[in-house]
C-alpha cells in the first residue's frame, strides 16, 4: 500500500481541529490519525507523541494568530480601526464551531500540571504586546500594557459567557466597549 502523504501545515491544521473540539485529553492518538490520513504509525513518524504534536500545534497556531490577526498591527489604518479589526478577527476564530478560545481552553484543561503553559503564556504576552503596541498611540507605554492585560482578561471573560449562553452578543459588546475605551481616550488627548 502506498504511504500517504500530507503537507505539515495541513497536519498540524487537521490535529488543531481536534484538539479544539475535543481538548487535549479528550484526543486520541486515534482520532488524530483518522483525521490526517495517515493511521497511528504515520502520524507517530510524524510527532512521536501526542503530546510534542500538541506543542507543534500550539505553535502553528500562534503562528495563524500572528498572521490573521496580530498582522493587523502593521495595516496602515487609524489605530482605532486596528484595534477594532484586530479584535473581530480574534472573535471569528472564537466562534469557529464555538470552539471559544483554543489556548483557554488547552489551559484550562491542562494548566495544573503546567503541560502547555509556557507556550500559552507566550501567546497571550503576544496578544498583550499586539494590543499595548495599539493602544500606545494614545496613552503611556505602562499604561498600554496594563489595560492590554485587562482587555485580555475581559476578552476571556466574554468567551466564557458565549460559549454558555450561545450568544455572539459578549463578544460584540467586548468589542464596542474596548474600541469606545479607546476613543476616549483620544478624545481626552484632543
Not at 71 to 78: F, M, N, R, Y
Not at 110 to 122: A, C, D, K, S, V
Request: charged share 25%; hydrophobic share 40%.
Amino acid at each position: 500500500m502506498p504511504v500517504k502523504k500530507i503537507e505539515k501545515q495541513e497536519l498540524l491544521h487537521r490535529c488543531w481541529e481536534v484538539f479544539n473540539q475535543h481538548g487535549y485529553h479528550g484526543t486520541s492518538v486515534s482520532m488524530l490519525a483518522e483525521a490526517t490520513g495517515l493511521g497511528k504509525s504515520g502520524l507517530m513518524h510524524h510527532h512521536l507523541s501526542k503530546e510534542s504534536l500538541m506543542r507543534a500545534v500550539l505553535e502553528y497556531a500562534q503562528e495563524t494568530l500572528r498572521a490573521t490577526v496580530f498582522s493587523v498591527v502593521q495595516e496602515d489604518l487609524p489605530p482605532e480601526q486596528k484595534l477594532e479589526k484586530m479584535l473581530r478577527r480574534q472573535n471569528r476564530l472564537a466562534k469557529m464551531e464555538r470552539q471559544g478560545c483554543f489556548f483557554a481552553n488547552t489551559a484550562l484543561e491542562t494548566g495544573r500540571n503546567g503541560l502547555f503553559n509556557e507556550p500559552i503564556q507566550m501567546i497571550w504576552h503576544e496578544w498583550r504586546t499586539a494590543v499595548a503596541g495599539i493602544l500606545s498611540t494614545i496613552m503611556p507605554p505602562e499604561e498600554a500594557e496594563q489595560t492590554a492585560y485587562r482587555l485580555l482578561l475581559e476578552y476571556e471573560g466574554a468567551i466564557i459567557m458565549y460559549k454558555v449562553s450561545n450568544e455572539e452578543q459578549h463578544l460584540e459588546q467586548f468589542v464596542a466597549r474596548a474600541v469606545a475605551l479607546f476613543c476616549k481616550k483620544m478624545q481626552k488627548q484632543s
